[in-house]
T-cell receptor, first 118, second 117 residues
Framework: GAVVSQHPSWVICKSGTSVKIECRSLDFQATTMFWYRQFPKQSLMLMATSNEGSKATYEQGVEKDKFLINHASLTLSTLTVTSAHPEDSSFYIC??????????????FGPGTRLTVL | AQTVTQSQPEMSVQEAETVTLSCTYDTSESNYYLFWYKQPPSRQMILVIRQEAYKQQNATENRFSVNFQKAAKSFSLKISDSQLGDTAMYFCAFIERIAGTASKLTFGTGTRLQVTL
């Protein structure tokens, strides 16, 4: 159980175009999902917290208008990179929060999406 | 703000040997969780082990165990009988234990472990 998928796993796009990445919790409902960015050989950097039915909370320094997040259902969050540029090329990882007990919830991670902007 | 420090960027161990990865953290909170995540070449994040701060007993999962020193704010991972499949990036992570809220994970910078023949 607790499987999270991402689609696509790999995408190449031209500079100036927009790309949408989907994150799905396959066997549980997640009111909260997280989006991370990871550069080669570096750690995960939290970009934003996605809450079902409400606006996402972005971390400091992350452009809200560039990285649009929508969490329209309890199993799906999307990240849209708008007007992509080569510097947006990176590995994007999502996670979905599963309530384990009244005092503990755990993040389950998707397999990631590699974005290359030409 | 919480910080997590991994001082070993890279480590190498021979197959069947034991290796210990270090992690220190800084927090003013008393209730929290600590994790070790593994990220193999596939880049899928895999939870290796979890430790609850209020539990004194060190967590163990098969070949993986931790040495949790709360006063010293230290949380090291020991891998026994290392296997080639253990080759991966290992991240130490911290999260506050707050009921009913979606707290954020704070990750360390990672340790790249190479298991050799």
């Amino acid at each position: 159980g607790a499987v999270v998928s991402q689609h696509p796993s790999w995408v190449i796009c031209k500079s100036g175009t927009s790309v949408k990445i989907e994150c799905r919790s396959l066997d549980f409902q997640a009111t909260t999902m997280f989006w991370y960015r990871q550069f080669p050989k570096q750690s995960l950097m939290l970009m934003a917290t996605s809450n079902e039915g409400s606006k996402a909370t972005y971390e400091q320094g992350v452009e809200k208008d560039k990285f649009l997040i929508n969490h329209a259902s309890l199993t799906l969050s999307t990240l849209t990179v708008t007007s992509a540029h080569p510097e947006d090329s990176s590995f994007y990882i999502c996670s979905a929060l599963l309530l384990i007990s009244s005092s503990y919830n755990e993040q389950f991670f998707g397999p990631g999406t590699r974005l290359t902007v030409l | 703000a919480q910080t997590v420090t991994q001082s070993q960027p890279e480590m190498s161990v021979q197959e069947a040997e034991t290796v210990t990865l270090s992690c220190t953290y800084d927090t003013s909170e008393s209730n929290y969780y600590l994790f070790w995540y593994k990220q193999p070449p596939s880049r899928q994040m895999i939870l290796v082990i979890r430790q609850e701060a209020y539990k004194q007993q060190n967590a163990t999962e098969n070949r993986f165990s931790v040495n949790f020193q709360k006063a010293a704010k230290s949380f090291s991972l020991k891998i026994s009988d290392s296997q080639l499949g253990d080759t991966a990036m290992y991240f130490c992570a911290f999260i506050e234990r707050i009921a009913g809220t979606a707290s954020k994970l704070t990750f360390g910078t990672g340790t790249r472990l190479q298991v050799t023949l």
